[in-house]
């Protein structure tokens, strides 16, 4: 049932139409409103209590952030995740996960390093606990700490700016429990040429870790294809 993935925090600080915003925002990004599924204004407008203009607002900024699709005589709809999409946004990523630790090796300082090995730690717990959106917020944090450490402000803009298309991935990524252990290994790997400070070994494994989840991604895609 849709009123089950949709949650309205109606206490937010907020005008209803940022809530509403980023109440199907999030619903997206979780993957609780799955690929595909079509959005009617009349059908979410019920759910969530409110009136159909909030949730027609929210849907135009969806489309604009590219996570909603317009379809002709069907309306609007959730964004596929096309294999393109993921090879455009990924190559991307290799490129920046590369500079990144390049510049952490050389610009790291201690406590950021402590600062990853305890996230590592979390995500072994939350991994042990099944807990998947837990994963993917350790994952996002474990990265996070090395393009903050570069303390260079454009690179953050840019990685900030596919924020929202990378976490989708990772969701995908991590809903299939078995792909978590290649991930420990391949932070655990990341963590140790930083540390070492060599650079061209640390562009290497930032950019292998990147491709497998490039490559696991369009299989999970493909497979899905050949149930449907």
Do not use: W
Not at 110 to 139: P, S
Not at 186 to 195: K, N
Not at 215 to 228: F, G, S, W
């Amino acid at each position: 049932m849709i009123d089950d993935r949709l949650k309205v925090d109606l206490n937010q600080y907020l005008p209803l139409r940022d809530v509403v915003f980023n109440t199907l925002r999030e619903a997206i990004l979780r993957g609780d409103l799955n690929p595909g599924e079509r959005l009617m204004e009349k059908q979410l407008a019920e759910t969530m209590g409110v009136s159909r203009t909030p949730i027609r607002e929210a849907i135009r900024k969806l489309e604009l952030e590219g996570l909603v699709v317009m379809i002709p005589r069907k309306g609007a709809q959730v964004a596929e995740i096309t294999e393109k999409d993921i090879q455009d946004v990924l190559e991307v990523r290799a490129a920046l996960e590369a500079l990144a630790v390049r510049l952490a090796c050389e610009k790291m300082k201690e406590e950021e390093l402590e600062d990853l090995r305890r996230v590592m730690e979390e995500f072994r717990q939350a991994a042990k606990e099944e807990d998947v959106y837990g994963m993917v917020e350790k994952d996002v944090e474990f990265h996070d700490i090395i393009f903050k450490s570069t303390k260079n402000g454009k690179l953050m803009q840019i990685v900030n700016n596919l924020r929202e298309q990378i976490y989708r991935f990772r969701v995908a990524y991590l809903k299939r429990f078995n792909y978590y252990k290649v991930i420990q290994e391949e932070h655990e790997e990341i963590l140790r040429v930083i540390e070492e400070k060599r650079v061209e070994e640390a562009e290497r494994v930032a950019t292998i870790h990147i491709q497998n989840q490039e490559k696991a991604v369009i299989q999970l895609i493909q497979e899905e294809e050949k149930d449907e």
